[in-house]
């Protein structure tokens, strides 16, 4: 007995260091978030304290009832939604295709397109702002919803690809020819067959194209300029101002209700999540 408990005592101890370097690592990353969220039910007196507590000495909705009733907070929160949304089911759409194409298919060029997607995916977002400012400009397509959704579209596609190519490729494609024995087009058999299979991969994806979506700042504050009605939540949010100033609490009860659709869509999904992009980044 005491063999076999000593090299079991010894195991925790050397994943102690590791147990609190991860704590540690949750509670930098977590604490913002935190604090964020106490700011926002703590009392104006409380947040302009010298002295504020780790933990709010009265509770308030106040600042949430400021936050919501505020003008445009309806409107900015619909059109980010609404471009989030359909940027997201445009990538799957696309991608799902373009994945099958390049996992299943035969064709002269494969390889090249496949290096192309990783290029794309690898460019900084930012790097691009300008030529699509100028592209918009000359289009006529500036301050406009559509086009915040295109480019939302191009964001979260590259990343789309892979990752649904290599779920595909993990994916016997003997069990879509049987199918097709029975007499299945091409198209059925992998409607019934492959597709279903593919919910962790759809789900991994889905998750970072609305997180990558709804987040996004830069492509919203360059192309929305003079049609304020088309600002999407995270312009709204910077620039969120009462006739007194900046209003703290307000602020942060805002910046809570715009966390929180992301968070109720990784909570939602999470399960999918990590056998998704494990199989998209290690088959095929």
Not at 72 to 85: D, I, K, M
Request: net charge positive; with cysteine; hydrophobic share 50%.
């Amino acid at each position: 007995m005491i063999t076999t408990r000593r090299p079991a005592s010894r195991r925790r101890l050397r994943r102690l260091p590791l147990h609190a370097a991860a704590a540690l690592t949750v509670t930098v990353c977590l604490f913002p978030v935190y604090w964020m969220v106490s700011t926002a039910f703590r009392p104006s007196r409380d947040i302009q304290s010298y002295e504020p507590g780790l933990i709010p000495r009265e509770w308030t909705l106040d600042h949430f009832r400021t936050a919501v009733q505020a003008d445009g907070f309806a409107l900015f929160w619909r059109n980010s939604v609404l471009v989030t949304l359909s940027a997201v089911l445009l990538a799957l759409v696309v991608a799902l295709a373009a994945a099958y194409a390049v996992a299943r298919l035969r064709w002269r060029g494969r390889r090249q397109f496949m290096l192309a997607v990783f290029i794309a995916q690898m460019a900084p977002w930012e790097s691009l702002v300008i030529p699509v400012y100028i592209i918009s400009r000359d289009t006529n397509m500036l301050d406009r919803l559509p086009t915040l959704t295109l480019v939302y579209f191009m964001i979260t596609l590259p990343f789309t690809v892979v990752v649904l190519r290599g779920f595909i490729a993990g994916i016997p494609p003997e069990l879509e020819e049987a199918a097709q024995v029975d007499g299945c087009t091409r198209v059925g058999a992998f409607r019934r067959i492959a597709f279903p299979l593919l919910a962790p991969g759809l789900m991994a994806t889905s998750l970072f194209g609305f997180i990558t979506a709804w987040n996004e700042f830069t492509y919203a504050n360059f192309l929305i300029i003079k049609q304020q009605d088309s600002r999407t939540l995270p312009v709204w949010l910077s620039s969120f101002q009462t006739t007194f100033g900046t209003d703290w609490g307000a602020t942060m009860a805002a910046s809570t209700l715009f966390a929180l659709p992301a968070l109720i869509v990784f909570l939602a999904l999470q399960r999918h999540v990590t056998s998704g992009l494990t199989a998209g980044g290690v088959k095929g």
